[in-house]
């Protein structure tokens, strides 16, 4: 929702305030409602502290799902676009979509077309989205468009929650364990310094090393800090820039473990967007533009970018995918089936379900695989440090006796 300044008349007299609307049209007419004749209105600029905050897209993918699976049925029922779009401006749950839609509402209201008004919000709307609806337009089947992107977003939507799920767990684990280790060292160990100094006897090197953990983590533990922020800082720097992003993108392809996984998603979400943009009749270079911008990995990016040059040159899309790892035989057979046969899109189709099953199957593999060697881990952490403080004690009960 926007909001607007405005100045009127009502029957009191002058009046002025701030209404809250999806567009300035409707803004208008709430006002008129209330027996306001509006004189001037003009919208409120967001500032740091009015504006909704967002990292990435702020529609989520399940919102984003849900109004296209409406909007088709709309269509299908012979309902107008413009009206289609209000009805789900008012239904959606999400804010952000909500008020976009409102101003698309108000672009198709003044004769522009449903794609042209979308691709005013690339925040929102994917050049995937933007284009398909281009063609379904043209083509005069925008609810059989709509169908086709549900589809794809809710099979993408299911595979990236496949791969949260899995790396969720070690990272809950992980931060757990860090949490545990600070109070122990902060919490406890201290409490058993007094004990040690008057023993006198040397302590054991493994006791040594944690009783100076605690002494540098109560003193200095500005810098552990510093360190993490630093670490997230030069993450989120190295995601916006191109260049540096490929190298991390490479890295975390190499993981162990999770890399392969990571690998598999990105070759999914690759062929789906891929398939969907050619079942919608998208030119086949046009379509090869959108998927290196979309598949969110660059160094399939960069694979994808020398294919559609291949093809502006005469050669197979698939001469450079042979020769880089990322692209297993599957991938490059099936696409090369799919060329010499006319039927890529199939081809695509069939090998995006291949993959997300697979991530679906690996991640189920992993998180059971994973929770007994994090516990394991967690165990390890703590029990070190335990033993640490008992191995001394133990020795302190047995001069006694």
Do not use: C
Not at 40 to 60: H, R
Not at 178 to 193: K, M, N, R
Not at 258 to 268: I, P, T
Not at 305 to 329: I, N, Y
């Amino acid at each position: 929702m926007a909001r607007y300044k405005y100045q009127g008349r009502d029957k009191t007299g002058k009046k002025s305030g701030v209404v809250t609307s999806k567009s300035k049209k409707e803004a208008v007419i709430k006002l008129r409602e209330e027996g306001i004749r509006v004189l001037n209105i003009e919208e409120v600029p967001e500032t740091f502290l009015t504006k909704d905050l967002s990292i990435g897209n702020p529609v989520k993918l399940q919102d984003f799902v849900i109004f296209l699976r409406q909007f088709a049925t709309l269509i299908k029922a012979g309902v107008t676009v413009v009206d289609s779009i209000n009805i789900l401006a008012s239904q959606t749950n999400s804010k952000a979509l909500s008020k976009v839609l409102g101003q698309v509402e108000e672009d198709i209201r003044e004769g522009n077309s449903l794609s042209s008004s979308v691709s005013k919000h690339k925040k929102i709307f994917s050049n995937l989205f933007i284009n398909m609806v281009r063609v379904g337009e043209l083509g005069g089947s925008l609810d059989e468009t709509l169908e086709r992107l549900a589809v794809h977003y809710e099979k993408q939507h299911k595979t990236r929650s496949k791969v949260k799920s899995a790396l969720a767990y070690p990272a809950v684990i992980g931060v757990v364990a860090i949490g545990v280790v600070i109070f122990l060292l902060i919490g406890v160990v201290p409490t058993f310094v007094g004990m040690f100094a008057d023993f006198g006897a040397e302590l054991p090197a493994i006791t040594q090393f944690v009783l100076s953990a605690s002494v540098f983590t109560q003193e200095f533990w500005w810098v552990l800090l510093l360190i993490v922020i630093a670490f997230i800082l030069a993450i989120v720097l190295i995601r916006q820039q191109k260049s540096t992003r490929y190298y991390l993108d490479l890295f975390i392809l190499r993981m162990p473990i999770f890399g392969k996984l990571l690998q598999k998603s990105a070759l999914a979400r690759m062929t789906r967007t891929l398939s969907s943009l050619m079942t919608s009749s998208v030119p086949i270079l046009q379509a090869l533009v959108i998927v290196e911008n979309v598949v969110d990995n660059e160094v399939v990016g960069a694979v994808i970018k020398d294919s559609r040059t291949a093809l502006e040159q005469g050669r197979s899309m698939t001469e450079p995918m042979k020769k880089h790892w990322v692209f297993p035989p599957l991938i490059t057979q099936m696409i090369a089936i799919g060329e010499s046969t006319g039927s890529l899109d199939e081809m695509l189709g069939k090998v995006a379900d291949f993959y997300e099953d697979d991530v679906e199957n690996t991640t189920d593999s992993l998180k059971s695989l994973i929770e007994p060697l994090m516990i394991v881990f967690l165990a390890g952490i703590v029990g070190t440090i335990v033993l640490a403080i008992m191995v001394p004690m133990f020795d302190m009960f047995n001069h006694i006796q």
